[in-house]
C-alpha cells in the first residue's frame, strides 16, 4: 500500500497528539458521508467506517456525531479486514451548524475543521444582502474566516455599486468579484488556499460553487447548473465531500442552503453587525429598548441616514431568531425531561 501523507489534508502535530497514538488508534479525516457509513482518508488510503456500538450510546447531541472534515480515530487503517470502527471524534477547530430540516429545533454540522468559508452570493438573480448577513453572522460564529464571494460579476451591470453594498455589512471582511466565464477571473481565490488549510464554499445552490471548484482543480469534478428564472437554484451537490486540491490546501462542497436557523450566535450577531451595535452605548437611556424611548440613537441615526432601516430590520430580526430558538431549547428540553420522569414512575408502578 502507499503511504498517505495526512499533512496534505490537514493533520497537524497537535491532532497527532490528541489522537492517543500509543493507544493503538489510527488517526483518519473524514472525506464523506453516506448515511450511517464514512469515507476516510489514513495514511494508507481511503477505507469505510461507522461509528463503534460504545460511541453511539454515548453520543449526547448530534453534533456529537461525525461529519465531513473531522478527524476521527479508528481501529485500524485500511479495509483488508472489513470497515473501520471510529471510536472517537477529536476536538474540532472550527464548526459550521445550521438548523436541521423540519419543525424540531435540532443542530446539524455542516463542516467541521475549516479554516476560510467562502460565502458565495451571485450578482444577478441570487443577489440578497439580508441573506448575507445571516452567512456572515453563522460564519464568524463556525471560527473559521470568512471571505464574500459575489459570482456572475459579468451578468451584472452595476458591479462597483454592489461591492460598496456588500462591504457596508461586512466590516472587516475580504470582497472578490469573480466570473468565470474571464480566463482566470477565479485566481482571486488562489491566495486564500494554503498547504494543509482548509476551505469550504457555502452558499445557495446555483450560485457557482461547483464551478469554482472545478477551475481550481482543473478538470470537472462536480456537476454544475444555473440559478432558474424564479431564483431558485438546483441543488447539483448531494454531499458534502473533502477534495484536495493538487497545488495543496483542501476544498469542501456542500449542499445548498437554503434555510439557515440561528443557534446562539451572540458572537457571530456582534461582529456581523458591529456597525449597529456601536450605537447601542449613545442612547440617552441604559437600558433602551430602541423603540420608543427618547434620546435613542439608533433612531437618530436611521433618521440622519447614518444607519438604513433594513439593517436594523435585518439585526432585529436575526437577533429574535436566535432568543426564539434559544427559549424553544430549553422547553424542548424540560418537555424531555417530564417524560422521562413519567417513564420512570410508570416503570415502578410495574
Given at each position: 500500500m502507499n503511504t498517505i501523507k495526512l499533512e496534505d489534508y490537514g493533520l497537524t502535530e497537535e491532532r497527532w497528539g490528541q489522537a492517543g497514538q500509543d493507544k493503538g488508534g489510527y488517526i483518519g479525516r473524514v472525506l464523506s458521508q453516506s448515511r450511517d457509513l464514512y469515507r476516510v482518508i489514513s495514511e494508507q488510503g481511503e477505507l469505510l467506517a461507522k461509528i463503534s456500538g460504545k460511541f453511539r450510546y454515548e453520543v449526547k447531541n448530534q453534533?456529537?456525531?461525525?461529519?465531513?472534515?473531522?478527524?476521527?480515530?479508528?481501529?485500524?487503517?485500511?479495509?483488508a479486514n472489513g470497515n473501520g470502527i471510529i471510536h472517537c471524534v477529536l476536538p474540532r477547530k472550527s464548526v459550521f451548524l445550521r438548523k436541521s430540516a423540519g419543525i424540531a429545533s435540532k443542530e446539524q454540522v455542516i463542516a467541521a475543521n475549516v479554516d476560510t468559508v467562502f460565502l458565495c452570493m451571485s450578482m444577478n438573480q441570487d443577489y440578497?444582502?439580508?441573506?448575507?448577513?445571516?452567512?456572515?453572522?453563522?460564519?464568524?460564529?463556525?471560527?473559521?474566516?470568512?471571505?464574500?464571494?459575489?459570482?456572475?460579476?459579468?451578468?451584472?451591470?452595476d458591479v462597483y455599486e454592489k461591492l460598496c453594498e456588500v462591504a457596508a455589512i461586512a466590516p472587516g471582511?475580504?470582497?472578490?468579484?469573480?466570473?468565470?466565464h474571464t480566463k482566470g477571473g477565479w485566481e482571486k481565490i488562489r491566495p486564500y488556499l494554503a498547504y494543509g488549510k482548509t476551505a469550504?464554499?457555502?452558499?445557495?445552490s446555483g450560485v457557482?460553487?461547483?464551478?469554482?471548484?472545478?477551475?481550481?482543480?482543473?478538470?470537472?469534478?462536480?456537476?454544475?447548473?444555473?440559478?432558474?428564472?424564479?431564483?431558485?437554484?438546483?441543488?447539483?451537490?448531494?454531499?458534502?465531500?473533502?477534495?484536495?486540491l493538487p497545488e495543496g490546501g483542501i476544498l469542501m462542497d456542500t449542499p445548498g442552503m437554503r434555510e439557515l436557523g440561528m443557534w446562539d450566535e451572540a458572537e457571530g450577531l456582534e461582529r456581523?453587525?458591529?456597525?449597529?451595535?456601536?450605537?447601542?452605548?449613545?442612547?440617552?437611556?441604559?437600558?433602551?429598548?430602541?423603540?420608543?424611548e427618547p434620546g435613542c440613537a439608533i433612531h437618530a441615526a436611521i433618521?440622519?441616514?447614518?444607519?438604513?432601516?433594513?439593517?436594523?430590520?435585518?439585526?432585529?430580526?436575526?437577533?429574535s431568531e436566535d432568543a426564539y430558538l434559544e427559549d424553544r431549547?430549553?422547553?424542548?428540553?424540560?418537555k424531555k425531561e417530564k417524560f422521562k420522569s413519567i417513564a420512570k414512575i410508570n416503570r415502578k408502578k410495574k
Open positions: 453534533t456529537d456525531y461525525p461529519a465531513v472534515g473531522d478527524f476521527v480515530v479508528m481501529d485500524r487503517s485500511h479495509d440578497n444582502l439580508r441573506r448575507m448577513e445571516r452567512y456572515l453572522t453563522l460564519a464568524w460564529e463556525s471560527g473559521a474566516i470568512p471571505v464574500i464571494v459575489l459570482t456572475k460579476a459579468d451578468l451584472c451591470n471582511v475580504d470582497i472578490l468579484d469573480i466570473s468565470t469550504a464554499f457555502l452558499g445557495s457557482g460553487k461547483s464551478t469554482l471548484i472545478n477551475c481550481l482543480l482543473g478538470r470537472k469534478v462536480l456537476d454544475t447548473q444555473v440559478i432558474r428564472q424564479d431564483d431558485k437554484g438546483r441543488h447539483t451537490t448531494t454531499r458534502r465531500e473533502l477534495l484536495l456581523t453587525f458591529t456597525d449597529v451595535e456601536s450605537y447601542f452605548d449613545k442612547c440617552r437611556f441604559r437600558n433602551c429598548t430602541h423603540t420608543n433618521n440622519a441616514g447614518e444607519l438604513s432601516k433594513e439593517r436594523w430590520d435585518s439585526y432585529c430580526k436575526l437577533r431549547s430549553g422547553y424542548m428540553q424540560k
